[in-house]
């Protein structure tokens, strides 16, 4: 019969720093050192700290207009000139943006809000 899937549950602050440590020793070996059920092991260790990390340590919703663009850049995994380039706008007129130094006009605010997804009603609160 073939092994179940490794599972690992962390509930507090010191077995998160023990499963780390142990994750890390593991993949100190390097990928081409580790076996089949190491990499298994490294992965259930990697859900079980992530979903402790993401319960223990959540990161609020933005709540201002400024705070949604950082976010979808981040989310997005696309630094400032990207972003502006998929508005359309420089990373200058979007960096003053953010710093709240300019206010986008509204049709500009109508590409944020379609090409970001970012809530109608905070598009129309930041108007």
Not at 96 to 103: A, S, T
């Amino acid at each position: 019969m073939k092994d179940l899937k490794p599972t690992y549950t962390v509930t507090n602050d010191d077995e998160h720093a023990a499963l780390i440590e142990q994750a890390g020793a593991l993949m100190k070996k390097g990928e081409a050192n580790v076996t089949a059920d190491e990499k298994l092991h490294i992965r259930a260790m990697a859900e079980a700290l992530m979903e402790y990390e993401k319960n223990a340590y959540p990161i609020p919703e933005p709540s201002t207009f400024e705070e949604f663009l950082e976010r979808r850049m981040y989310d997005m995994k696309r630094e400032g000139k990207d972003l502006a380039l998929t508005l359309g706008i420089s990373q200058k007129e979007l960096e003053m943006i953010i710093w709240e130094d300019h206010k986008p006009d509204p049709a500009l605010l109508e590409v944020i809000k379609t090409k970001l997804d970012i809530p109608g009603d905070l598009v129309l609160n930041y108007a």
